[in-house]
């Protein structure tokens, strides 16, 4: 497994678009085969701050998603929405094992 943690901060008049354009985001690449999740969490005690939980089976997926129609249009649909530029912290799977992972729900 390879899990990346992205963290957004956005523009408060632009949180619902964001939040909008991320689920659809999402939602698509759950149909990713090397994709196992891919959760979006937005901070409760600031709403303009998200992190996109990102578990893919192998790292040449993530690559793969990168390619992928859906992500052009998030990334190019939530460019001016940011706050900030976003920033990524990549991890190894430690517990459940990989195996563990089984299919997301979509």
């Known amino acids: 497994m390879f899990i990346v943690h992205v963290h957004v901060h956005v523009k408060p008049e632009c949180v619902e678009a964001f939040r909008q354009a991320t689920i659809e985001n ?3 690449s759950l149909a990713e085969p090397g994709i196992a999740r891919f959760d979006v969490v937005q901070q409760q005690d ?4 998200f992190v996109l939980v990102e578990a893919y089976r ?3 997926a993530a690559a793969a998603h990168k ?9 190019d649909a939530v460019a001016d929405m940011m706050a900030e530029a976003r920033t990524s912290v ?4 430690v517990c459940p094992g990989d195996d563990g992972w089984a299919a997301a729900v979509r």
């Open 26 to 28: 999402s939602r698509d």
């Open 46 to 49: 600031d709403p303009t701050r």
């Open 90 to 93: 990549k991890y190894v799977n």
């Open 67 to 75: 390619d992928t129609p859906h992500y052009a249009r998030w990334r």
């Open 58 to 60: 192998k790292p040449a």
